[in-house]
């Protein structure tokens, strides 16, 4: 631990985004505010058979934009999606990794799925015996090879973890890197989630009955279920001291984190919320913020019935009495629910609102569900204040999580 | 910050056995659990499988659930049963938030992915299952001990390959330090199976010849699976509430070595991270008397060793443990079994044989000498590799 008077402070200082609705940062923000929607039917794999065959996939993708060839013939795609985000997150933050002491960087990668598409191709030729399939491509499967592999290819020699909370990693790893930097393990965390849509989860979400044959419809009273996505969300948080010193942007912050867990079921949320709200709070108390201050909510909204009841319930317990003045929202209607980067690109979206003061619309939300009594956007995005923001995340397993971001003050 | 952070119960499962005595005084004699893994479809390969994992820790109103569970799921709840019962510690709702789970695994639930999808390579989408599907995320079985023990404060869990174990314990001493939790359920555990030993057997990564740690490098694994969960608890609680303290973290440090996978091999970063997680413990590399290494007869281990030599430079008479001879490759598991084993070695008396003990020059220490420096020993150093990159070491002191 290094001690030392000021508490030590983060800043979110790069962003790089690769989803659905495009493949830039400003391109993923530009179509959330515009309410444009990445979901449509899936083109990447055969989906004979599959009883819902609609997601957000990444389009157009150029890994040679921002990938060496020798990079792109190397690696597997989800390594091309962390390497082409990352390396976006690096430029927006004018950070040289190489002008930095590398001990002193930390690499926090989510993901559900890993190295998942290898591991169906290495099954599908063991089972049929056709074709050759190089073994040593294997070593890209296990989840943690995400992160190991990016890190590599970075030259990081800090922490590099990759953390399962399922669909509540992507905001978790936010989180994890202020906790990195308070406890002085870290100066600069890139962190963020990345996954690549693949048969073996649009299936496993199908025989849930989790899936709609609608589309993502969070909050709205016909919503009947999500629909995943993929893509990659990478943001370099900072010592707000370091960033300073580099002249890097200081002027939004990670202030608070809250992990809780429900312990009640594997695979729904509590029904009354609980868990989330226990997240929140702590994330706030951890923030040192009070309800009242909270200007907007991200939900995690992912359009299934039990889930935006629960967060509903969830948010009003938190906020109390101005649950229903503040604005909620949420993208997964837009880019659907990519899983463990789910949050990460939610904290993109986060930061970009309170540089921007504009708050997206929840796309495909048109007729609020009646016991609903947030003030959920819908129709158009809105311009409006916001200095504090609460962002949420819920998972399998009954994880939740919670962080704070706020606009920094000069002090 | 919180001043200390404790150990006040281990639970474990390991092919050395499930209490601390038996990993102590087997890996003390030398003894191997090595066997042959014909039955997982590989011939002329080594490793360790359990026969089988000890539920009678759980109690018996809590073993309905066991019977859909995967293996790593049953590996975790064990070993948590068996950390809480050590540990004496009930959990209750009224602090349950306060109670925080950090575990890490190298492979997941690789073996349950690896079944469900089978399915679906044989019979298509219609035979996706929802039962296999659910178990189809690491932190299941995280979720499955907070449902069991009603653990409802942060529930993390963590993939650093082989280093996830201790990277998790690692965690978990934060968030006692930061004030974010006042005990941690913190460990890591890994699962063999046909899948996985298939799996590596056509990666060529299964060692089929003998080999010695720091001596004589031979590729490969030899497979292996097992958990061990410890109760990591703030320091003042523990003595409060009148719990047996078996030892004392003092600090850890994560990093990561990027050549390792590359032509040129090189200690810095894992000396580096060793270097950061005394200096954030404030001992001195000289107090150092045991280190608990991720040796595993493989060429990683010259690197280790050189990377503990430029460390513990000034430290007169260290102890390498190299715990992988004895009980295989335990993936994520081998951290958190070498926080047990360690605290084992400083908790119950064990002559040590010849061969299980190394000096820093990596030769083996005669039973006589192995004995009296373990007797000695106040620090610990645990120590995780993976040959992908992750590097953590943990401080552990003597507590009694």
Known sequence: ??????????????????????????????????????????RAFDTTGMTVANAGEVKDFDPQARLSGEEVQRLERIHQFGLFTARQALEDGQLDLHGVDRSRVALIVATSLGGMLVGEEYQRQK???????????????????????????????????????????????????????????????LVGGVETLCAFVVNGFNCLRATTTDTVRPFDARRSGLL????????????????????????????????????????????????????????????AVAPTA????????????????????????????????IPVNSIKGAIGHTLAAAGSF?????????????????????????????????????????????????????????????????? | ???????????????????????????CAGQRALRPLSDMGVDSAFGAPLDEIPVDVIPADKRSRIGRLDRLCRLFLSAAYAAVGAAQLSIDDADADRVALSFGTGLGCLLTNAEYNQKLVEHGPTAASPRLFAYTVSSAAAGEVSIALGIKGANVTSHAGLAAGLQAIGYGFDLIRMGKADVVLAGGADALGAALVRGLADMQLLKTRAAQAFRSPVAGVCPAEGAAVVVLERGDRALRRGARVLARIDGYAAGFEPSLTQRRREPTAIAETMCRALALSGRAAGDVGVVITSAHATALDALELAALQSVLADSTSPVLCAPKAACGETFGAHGALGVALATALFNEPARAADNVA???????????????????????????????????????????
């Open chain 1, 294 to 325: 909270v200007d907007f909510v991200s939900a995690h909204g992912t359009g299934t019935v039990y889930n935006d009841a629960m967060e509903m319930a969830a948010i009003e317990s938190v906020l109390g009495e101005a649950a229903g003045r």
């Open chain 1, 228 to 287: 995943l996505g993929e893509g990659a969300a990478m943001l370099v948080v900072e010592e707000r001291q370091h960033a300073r010193a580099r002249g890097a942007r200081t002027d939004v912050e990670v202030i608070g984190t809250g992990l809780a867990g429900d312990a009640t079921h594997m695979t729904a949320p509590a029904r009354d919320g609980a868990g989330a709200a226990r997240a929140m709070r702590m994330a706030l108390a951890d923030a």
């Open chain 1, 127 to 189: 089972a049929s015996g056709v074709g050759e399939f190089d073994m040593h491509r294997l070593f890209d499967f296990p989840y943690y090879a995400t992160a190991t592999g990016l890190a590599r290819e970075l030259g990081v020699r800090g922490p590099v973890v990759s953390p399962s909370i399922a669909c509540a990693s992507g905001t978790q790893v936010v989180g994890m890197a202020l906790e990195l930097i308070r406890a002085g393990h870290a100066d600069i965390c």
């Open chain 2, 358 to 400: 190394f000096g820093l020059d990596g030769v083996s220490l005669q039973a006589g000498d192995a004995q009296n420096r373990l007797q000695r020993a106040r620090l610990a150093l645990i120590h995780a590799l993976c040959y992908s990159g992750p590097t953590v070491t943990l401080v552990l002191a003597r507590e009694n």
């Open chain 1, 1 to 42: 631990m290094q001690h030392s008077t000021q508490p030590r402070r983060a800043c979110i200082t790069g962003c790089g985004a690769l989803s659905p609705i495009g493949n830039s940062m400003a391109a993923f923000w530009e179509g959330l505010v515009a309410g444009r929607t990445g979901l449509q039917t899936i």
């Open chain 2, 1 to 27: 910050m919180t001043d200390s952070v404790v150990i006040s119960g281990i639970g474990v499962i390991s092919p050395l056995g499930s209490t601390l005595g038996q990993i102590a005084a087997r890996f």
């Open chain 1, 346 to 411: 939610e904290a993109i979206m986060c930061a970009q609102i309170l540089r921007t003061q504009v708050i997206p619309a929840t796309v495909n939300c048109e007729q609020l569900d009646p016991a609903c009594h947030l003030d959920i956007i819908m129709g158009a995005a809105r311009r409006q204040p916001v200095r504090t923001i609460l962002s949420t995340s819920s998972a399998f397993a009954g994880n939740n999580a919670a962080i704070v971001l706020r606009c920094s003050d000069t002090a």
